[in-house]
């Protein structure tokens, strides 16, 4: 016993003293190697902000996330050219203008809800089959599909919100633009 004793002793030693005695890690040199690492790699071209900070509040919930931007190249015949005010003027005046961004919205918030509609059609037919099974490695199985198709379901709710909230914004700044109601029927 004494002798496991001892030998413990001197690994916990050992173990303590090799890096003063041995190759110890220089940490200086690693500091100039990520430094270095960190230059090559630039900045983010993401910066979060005000901008693209939003928020969704769902079942007393808040939820906040960050809208990215994807990092794909873009080649500038496809970059819409910048207008002037007039033009944005002439474009707010335009009623097609504004029924397209409403249609594109209804349209998101149809394919949403039809998405979340057949999900929640799996989720049951899942869990029927979760209480059907009796071996606990195909229940275990079925938990986990489970799982994963109510986080989809619940991301699609929060995108359902999060257009609806936008389609409420349209609404609100054609009718600051001085749109006629009609225009958004």
């Known amino acids: 016993m004494k002798i496991a004793l001892y030998a413990l002793l001197i690994c916990f030693i050992g173990a303590g003293l090799a890096p003063v005695f041995g190759n110890g890690i220089d940490l200086m ?5 990520e430094e270095e690492r960190r230059k090559k790699l630039g900045k983010s071209k993401l910066a979060v902000n005000d901008n693209n900070v939003n928020s969704v509040s769902i079942g007393g919930k808040k939820y906040s996330f960050v809208q990215m931007e994807s990092d794909a190249f ?3 015949e496809s970059v819409a050219p910048k207008r002037g005010k007039d033009d944005k003027e002439d474009e ?4 097609d203008f504004w029924k397209k961004q409403q249609s594109e919205l209804e349209e998101r918030i149809a394919k949403l ?6 999900a929640q059609l799996e989720l049951n037919k899942l869990w029927s089959d979760f209480y059907i099974k009796s071996i ?4 275990d199985a079925i938990r986990v599909q489970i799982s994963q198709l109510t986080n989809q379901t619940e991301q699609k709710k929060l995108f359902v919100s999060q257009a609806e909230a936008q389609l409420d914004e349209l609404y609100e700044k054609a009718h600051k633009a001085g749109i006629p109601p009609g225009w958004l029927r």
């Not at 040199?29 to 190697?33: G, M, T, V």
């Not at 809800?113 to 057949?118: S, T, V």
């Not at 606990?136 to 229940?139: D, G, I, K, L, M």
């Open 92 to 95: 707010a005046k335009n009623p």
């Open 29 to 33: 040199a690693l500091k100039k190697q």
């Open 113 to 118: 809800k039809g998405e979340i509609e057949g």
């Open 136 to 139: 606990p490695a195909e229940q």
């Open 74 to 76: 873009v080649p500038e």
